[in-house]
């Protein structure tokens, strides 16, 4: 199924005049509108290839209907998602799930969406069918170095897909950890990881980056070998210029001060991509912006601070996914709540005004510098995202779009009710 313009141009119709009022009153505040636009129609976050079907539980998979079955109805879904709201550029590829057949095909049907090839993504975590060896103890950290081995060959393979793909990084999150005292010499795992880390490194292409994910807790919950960022960015920095930590929202312990991680990442210039998603207690895997929308938005101004003071084009500089999984919301519905969560916490870190939070911080006047924040955070910005999609040719607003259309009962139609997405 493919949007054509006409479609969004009589969608667009009806909520035009309405746009038009709300827009001309947020932007006569705002001094570099135009600028603020431009940046907002640059910025793309990126779709993950297992997120387009409905996610499971640890108890159970609630499968939705007319899920994408094949890697060519995953691109269709992206492309969809991308006619909607033209900031889902890209997807973002999990190795084995979704090896292409025939690559050059692959990137043409992406390409005829407009999409592009984000991170790659390879999968030690489970064991595939006819595997040799089990990672039921691990991966890149695994006692035996005949496991390891495996699981290096694997990202090296899941490298060899991206350059064909086009794709510029590759994303390792690991699994590995131990579940009870004792399972494991943390020193000799780290070490054992590392080794492995570095050869697979040497088979980066030059102009590729390495994201190096860590995570506090699960599958294994007493220790996890990368668990945190200090972890992470112990490793990317012994392994060089094209390695880099990559923060996933809800991988951290309860109440991480994330936002205060991302700054010093900038600073050392070592944050790589981001993940994101939201959560009240764990890696829920819900809605960006869905419980903690302040929070997103401290952790976008820190973003915006750090990346302008390096230097760093918002756009390209950073690889932005989202990394989501849902089991209640019909996927695509979700996604584009999580991107419009994302570009409205982009839009308001953007108002910050720095020069007067520079001066307040300077004069400790706290007070002030809370009154900065809020202002920004406070500001309805919709008028300012819906404006950027419209200049875009997408949807004025898209989940409504999305509704009037029934895609999904169009998807299911096209594809029947039984199709099961693969992934978690
Ligand atoms: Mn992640």
């Known amino acids: 199924m493919k949007l054509d313009n006409q479609t969004i141009e009589q969608h667009n119709r009806q909520f035009v005049e309405k746009h038009q009022r709300a827009f001309s009153y947020t932007a006569e505040n705002i001094a570099n509108v135009e600028e603020l636009l431009d940046k907002l129609q640059q910025f793309q976050i990126a779709i993950p290839s297992w997120a387009l079907g409905t996610g499971g539980t640890r108890f159970g998979r609630f499968s939705g209907k007319g899920e994408p079955g094949t890697l060519e109805q995953k691109i269709e879904d992206v492309g969809l998602l991308h006619a909607l709201n033209r900031s889902s550029g890209a997807i973002s590829l999990h190795i084995p799930w979704d090896i292409p057949d025939d690559a050059e095909k692959i990137k043409e049907l992406a390409a005829s969406h407009g999409l592009g090839f984000d991170a790659v993504n390879s999968n030690t975590f489970q064991d595939q069918p006819g595997q040799e060896h089990s990672y039921k103890f691990g991966s890149l950290h695994h006692v035996d170095p005949k496991v390891r081995k495996q699981a290096v060959d694997h990202n090296i393979d899941v490298i060899k897909h991206g350059i064909a793909l086009g794709s510029k990084a590759l994303t390792v ?201 809020q202002d920004a955070f406070r500001t309805d910005v919709r008028p300012l995202v819906a404006e950027a999609r419209l200049r875009q040719g997408a949807a004025i607003n898209p989940v409504a779009l999305f509704r009037e259309l029934d895609i999904r009962n169009k998807l299911i139609e096209e594809r029947g009710s039984n199709t099961v997405a693969t992934g978690l």
């Open 173 to 373: 999150w690991l699994a590995d950890g131990s579940s009870f005292p004792g399972q494991l010499n943390f020193r000799e795992a780290f070490q054992n990881t590392l080794e492995s880390l570095k050869e697979i490194y040497n088979h980066l292409p030059d102009d590729w980056k390495m994201f190096v994910e860590y995570k506090a807790f699960e599958p294994n919950f007493y220790s996890t070998t990368i668990a945190d960022w200090g972890q992470s960015l112990l490793l990317a920095s012994k392994l060089g210029d094209k390695a880099y930590t990559l923060v996933d929202l809800g991988h951290h312990l309860p109440n991480a001060n994330i936002e205060q991680i991302v700054s010093l990442l900038l600073m050392e210039g070592k944050l790589g991509g981001f993940h994101f998603n939201d959560s009240k207690y764990a890696d829920d895997d819900l809605t960006a912006g869905s419980i903690k929308p302040y929070q997103l938005f401290l952790i976008f101004s820190e973003l915006v601070e750090g990346m302008d003071v390096r230097g760093i084009e918002h756009a390209t500089g950073l690889g932005w996914m989202i990394d989501a999984s849902h089991n209640l919301k019909d996927p695509l519905v979700d996604l584009l709540q999580s991107v419009e969560a994302i570009k409205i916490a982009y839009a308001q870190a953007l108002l910050v005004d720095r020069k007067a939070l520079k001066e307040a911080q300077q004069q400790n006047n706290i007070v002030r510098a809370q009154e900065i924040l």
